[in-house]
């Protein structure tokens, strides 16, 4: 009784808060979502729920006319004298009268050509009329789950905080925003939240945003996934056939053409459904068009549908964007996923310039308390009024809150999880305190990646203990972890502590303190895991990993000194031994031996790598992000690369205080990294590194600069921007300067969408060139060539290169097998 008596408290709030409310229609009676509703040549509009209920709201009495416009019905007008408040104005639309266009057989007399080749001549001009703007921006996300089983890999997802019902179905995500947006095209852009509202969490910052939800057919592409062709970009005519099923006329007496989006190749970025072009301007008048999960490269994606309202202005003479949803939905396993974005603009301004400091790298802000508006306000300025659905998440996912925030459920819900069951002893265990916000770990030693082989160590065991303290408000958080790795060949434990605590998330000021006892690669970077590596070893005899035995201590601090600049320190100190092989157990028995942990001589069983020595480092770093823009939300600032710019790395290393002055040397080393995204012909990438070596003649090989090999036919990384495929790990590793150079051009289905029968595959092509250059050497160079996104079904997780490697002269090919599912479990 308690909640009914809420919900109609809050409906009644609603309703006295509306200025003018109602529903709109069609003919039948059935209720018409996303129903663009506006003040006449004015920008203060709203739009219909998906019940078809608006609120539209107005400062002053008096008479108005009120535009109903929805793509594919006739536009209406109504006329009120507005006495008292709120006022209820229902709407019935008609469909649209489309007179037919005549049918055409040539295509070179096709009408609908015609009218788009103005729309792509015209389109700079209408681009330019909205390319500098001030607007209110409104938008509200809502996700779904349909059907959820009680449990995913194994592990029970419960009832998600009261979302799901018995059926695993319910709302899992609502979240509002208002806020204000400048604009100035191409790339200005500044937005202040001023009210944020996330269902069940009081304390929470919604992310939808008006970045976000600048979807702009003016543009040659629109960023859904994938860069999807625009039907009215320069070379629109390479990927769609239009058809003109008619036209109309709008409320303004304006000729709007109805064309129709065919999509010549079924496996491009392409839109299917509706573009709506004003007749003489050529402005856009309206879009509701469907995307196609595989076309956006969104394989878990089945289709969106986004819908897009225009409206005119006869005093500014601009055609705006007044409202906007996007829907979709994407399933796997059997569970389907909807979602639904819905946005909309008012008041815009167009001003001839802004001030040159109006854009800052701030592109988005929150006011102070922006989260913490009450009902009140949300049902006064909320433009699009919640659904009897939404309505209802909002009062119980609040009420649950209280609750599930009360120190007895904290409590109960820990005494439930915190059991320990005897399995726990393998799989792992941890204790939490939710009210402190802290939990104990013990790690289990059942996990894929805890059992591991090497010839060194034999089989070997990795376990741990943790304590994790989080504080979401601040971003604070500390960790205090104990590793434990025991090699059976050896009969040797090892333990490595560590501390690491982050004061907050605006600035990411981070120390770090460690030491213990651990087996290191002589490449620091790891380039080989440890379960690829078993699985070399122990079926083809290919002990690759090279290892040795290091106590170490290192202390460390990092943080962020301005926007884009992060700078950091470390000091260590270690303690380097060999080690030797201790076994050569194999499960696939050949006559193959295995290879010494020599890294410099692989069938020399005796003579150490180097000698047992020490040594201290210093290191000191930066890397910076030029032209960097951030978000700035009062529980983090968020980073965000600006393309345009390459991020710099920098760094200076010394080693003093070592057994011998021969181990003692100092380094400089720097890395630029740029990627650009070059329309829809794909991403070019590159990657390079160079470095210099001072006063190390005679330093440990540990020391020298190592460079990411692969002989193993296995590519685990996402990209290949920082290794060499065919290269062995340790033949090219010096100790004077170093030149390294990566770049990859990833289509992203530019020609593989436009070959018969390979497109099926719906993958991407990418080439790549590969250099390193050492004093003394004949370069070392690869070129490569594959398809990325190969898969089964939904799941598009293998990657195929072909290799060919070069250094003074052809050495060898080979095909590299990329396996991005390693990076999960090792």
């Known amino acids: 009784m308690r909640k009914i008596t809420t919900v109609f408290l809050l409906l009644f709030a609603t309703m006295l808060s509306a200025q003018i409310k109602g529903t709109i229609t069609d003919a039948k009676g059935t209720a018409l979502p996303a129903v663009s509703v506006f003040i006449e040549n004015t920008y203060n509009g709203t739009s219909s729920n998906e019940n078809g209920s608006y609120e539209l709201n107005i400062k002053k009495l008096g008479n108005y006319v009120i535009v109903f416009q929805y793509l594919g019905f006739k536009t209406a007008k109504k006329t009120v004298n507005i006495t008292q408040f709120p006022y209820v104005l229902n709407a019935q639309l008609t469909e649209e009268n489309i007179d037919l266009a005549e049918v055409v057989i040539n295509t070179k007399d096709n009408p609908a050509n015609s009218v788009i080749r103005k729309a792509i001549a015209a389109r700079k001009d209408n681009s330019e009329k909205t390319g500098r703007f001030k607007a209110d921006f409104y938008s509200r996300g809502i996700f779904k789950l349909k059907n959820a089983p009680k449990k995913i890999l194994g592990q029970e997802i419960g009832d998600m905080d009261g979302s799901l019902d018995s059926t695993g179905t319910g709302i899992i995500y609502l979240s509002e925003t208002i806020s204000k947006i400048m604009y100035e095209k191409p790339s200005n852009f500044k937005e202040r939240i001023i009210a944020s509202k996330i269902s069940g969490d009081d304390n929470g910052y919604s992310y939808n945003s008006a970045r976000g939800s600048a979807f702009d057919f003016y543009s040659n592409t629109v960023s859904l996934g994938a860069k999807m062709i625009s039907p009215i970009a320069d070379n629109a005519f390479n990927y769609y056939k239009y058809v003109l099923e008619g036209t109309f006329q709008d409320e303004n007496n304006q000729m709007i053409n109805k064309i129709k989006l065919v999509p010549r190749r079924d496996a491009e970025p392409v839109f299917e459904g509706y573009i709506y072009i004003v007749e003489d301007s050529w402005a856009i008048y309206g879009v509701d068009v469907e995307i196609k999960g595989y076309r956006a490269k969104q394989e878990f994606m089945n289709t969106m549908n986004l819908k897009q309202n225009f409206s005119y202005n006869n005093k500014t003479h601009i055609w705006s964007k007044n409202s906007q949803s996007l829907e979709f939905n994407a399933g796997a396993f059997g569970i389907t996923f909807l979602g639904k974005f819905t946005h909309v603009f008012t008041n815009y301004e167009f001003p001839d310039e802004f001030s040159k400091k109006t854009f800052t790298n701030e592109i988005l802000s929150f ?285 200076f290393e010394k080693a003093f205080a070592a057994t011998a002055s021969n181990y003692e040397f100092e380094q400089i080393a720097g890395r630029i990294f740029y990627n650009k995204t070059l329309g829809n012909k794909g991403t070019f990438s590159t990657n390079l590194k160079g470095g210099k070596f001072f006063n190390a003649d005679g330093i440990s090989f540990i020391d020298y600069q190592h460079f990411n090999g692969n002989q193993t036919r296995v590519g685990t990384s996402s990209s290949y921007l920082n290794v060499f495929n065919l290269m062995p790990y340790y033949t090219n590793s010096t100790n004077d300067s170093y030149f390294e150079m990566h770049a990859e051009h990833n289509f992203e289905g530019y020609i593989m969408n436009k070959i018969p029968l390979l497109n099926k595959l719906n993958s991407t092509l990418i080439v790549g060139f590969h250099n390193l250059s050492v004093p003394d050497r004949k370069p070392y160079q690869e070129f490569t060539i594959g398809l990325d996104r190969l898969g089964f079904g939904k799941f598009k997780m293998f990657r195929v290169d072909y290799v060919r490697s070069y250094q003074n002269g052809f050495i060898g090919d080979g095909v590299i097998f990329g396996l991005q599912i390693l990076n999960f479990v090792d």
């Open 367 to 651: 006011e102070e308390n922006a989260n913490k508006k009450d009902s009140t306000f949300w049902n006064t300025v909320r433009p699009v009024p919640l659904t009897l659905e939404e309505t209802k998440d909002y009062i119980k996912k609040d009420s649950l809150q209280v609750l599930r925030k009360s120190d007895k459920y904290l409590d109960s819900i820990d005494a439930k999880n915190n059991r320990f069951k005897l399995f726990d002893i393998l799989t792992g265990y941890s204790y939490k305190n939710s009210k402190k916000n802290w939990t104990l770990a013990y790690e289990g030693i059942s996990k894929l990646n805890s059992i591991s082989y090497n010839t060194v160590q034999g089989w070997n065991l990795d376990s741990g203990f943790s304590f994790t303290k989080f504080n979401e408000e601040n971003g604070k958080y500390t960790r205090i972890r104990s590793a434990f790795n025991y090699g059976f060949a050896e009969d040797r434990l090892r333990v490595v502590g560590s501390y690491i605590h982050r004061f907050n998330t605006q600035n990411y000021a981070t120390i770090s303190l460690s030491g213990g006892s651990t087996v290191s690669q002589f490449n620091e970077n790891n380039p080989i895991s440890k379960l690829i590596n078993s699985v070399s070893t122990l079926f083809f005899k290919n002990n690759f990993m090279k290892l040795y035995n290091k106590e170490f201590a290192s202390l460390a601090y990092g943080q962020d000194v301005a926007n884009g600049v992060y700078l950091s320190g470390s000091l260590g100190y270690e303690q380097r031994k060999n080690l030797f092989n201790n076994t050569d157990f194999t499960i696939i028995k050949n006559s193959d031996v295995y290879t010494s942990n020599n890294p410099l001589a692989p069938f020399d069983y005796i003579t150490p790598a180097f000698e047992t020595h020490h040594l201290t480092k210093v290191n000191i770093g930066t890397h910076i992000n030029f032209g960097q823009k951030y978000i700035s939300r009062p529980d983090a600032k968020l980073n965000l690369r600006n393309e345009k710019f390459p991020t710099l790395f920098l760094n």
